[in-house]
């Protein structure tokens, strides 16, 4: 292997090649370990001006941008797009920057089986999906394979709203790609769904609990979702984990159908004091026809 300090300001002399999918962040580490190098000394090396790897995953400048696709002899729109900078805002807030919760299995094995351990993928970090857009394969929860290698289409309480789930991922995905959906957008709608409802008595305790709008669509949302730590978002963003998103993609489905419908069905069920950001969310979903009476 060529020393390091030999390289000076000209490209990497080996480039590996990326995986499908994979995270700007991961394919870099890879070649921090592939030159036997430390993550630290890497980004000083390659004078990128970045805290750490994993943050040039949101944000890349256009001197970043230049410098890497230099470096790794690439073009700047295939880095570009291994990174999530192009998302819009709102899906933006559905990414996960830190650990990852959701992995996919098949194209794990299929890393492992390439040489190319230590590959995350982009799709990993993506609080819309349950399937994998590489191998289509149901998504698994957690950041590696564990003792049980059930996908969460095995695992989640919610497993028979598996295909609707599919339906409302594929809407989310159809939005990002600019096609048309039954939604102006399917992630205003999401958090609209995470919005608390009325509070509920527990019968059982006595006690008051928490419940969010979605159980009304998809019954049996909130016992699962309040066995959930920390608690889940009232609605400020639609993240939850991967076992749970089965159902909220269920209910964004089942709500497509008929928005108005839904939005006027589930509207009186919103705690009074969510209800002016239902109506923000209602607007948002329905777009320029968001002027629902009730
Ligand atoms: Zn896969």
Request: hydrophobic share 45%; charged share 20%; with cysteine.
């Amino acid at each position: 292997m060529t020393p390091i300090h030999t390289v000076g300001e000209r490209p990497l002399p080996v480039v590996l090649p990326p995986a499908r999918d994979e995270l700007l962040s991961s394919w870099l580490r890879r070649h921090a370990v592939f030159y036997g190098i430390t993550e630290p000394m890497f980004l000083s090396w390659l004078g990128l001006g970045a805290r750490s790897l994993r943050c040039l995953d949101g944000r890349l400048s256009l001197g970043q941008l230049a410098r890497i696709a230099e470096k790794f002899r690439r073009n700047p729109k295939a880095i570009l797009e291994m990174t999530h900078a192009l998302l819009p805002a709102e899906s933006a807030s559905l990414v996960r920057s830190g650990r990852m919760g959701q992995f996919c299995r098949v194209c794990w094995d299929g890393h492992l089986a390439a040489d190319a351990q230590g590959v995350v993928m982009k799709s990993w970090g993506e609080g819309w999906r349950v399937t994998c857009p590489v191998c289509g394969s149901a998504l698994s929860e957690g950041d590696r394979p564990r003792r049980s290698d059930h996908t969460v289409r095995d695992s989640s309480p919610f497993s028979k709203h598996w295909d609707a789930a599919r339906t409302g991922e594929d809407i989310v995905n159809r939005q990002l790609r600019g096609e048309a959906t039954p939604l102006a957008s399917p992630v205003a709608m999401m958090r609209l769904l995470l919005i608390l409802r009325h509070i509920q008595v527990d019968a059982s305790s006595g006690l008051y609990s928490k419940s969010w709008l979605l159980d009304e669509i998809v019954p049996g949302f909130d016992a699962e979702a309040l066995r959930v730590s920390p608690s889940i978002s009232k609605g400020a963003t639609a993240f939850v984990p991967l076992h749970l998103r089965i159902a909220l993609l269920a209910g964004l489905a089942t709500a497509a159908k008929d928005a108005f419908g839904a939005i006027r069905r589930l509207r009186p069920a919103c705690r009074l004091f969510y209800v002016r950001r239902f109506d923000e969310l209602a607007a948002a979903a329905l777009g320029e026809s968001g002027n629902f009476s009730i």
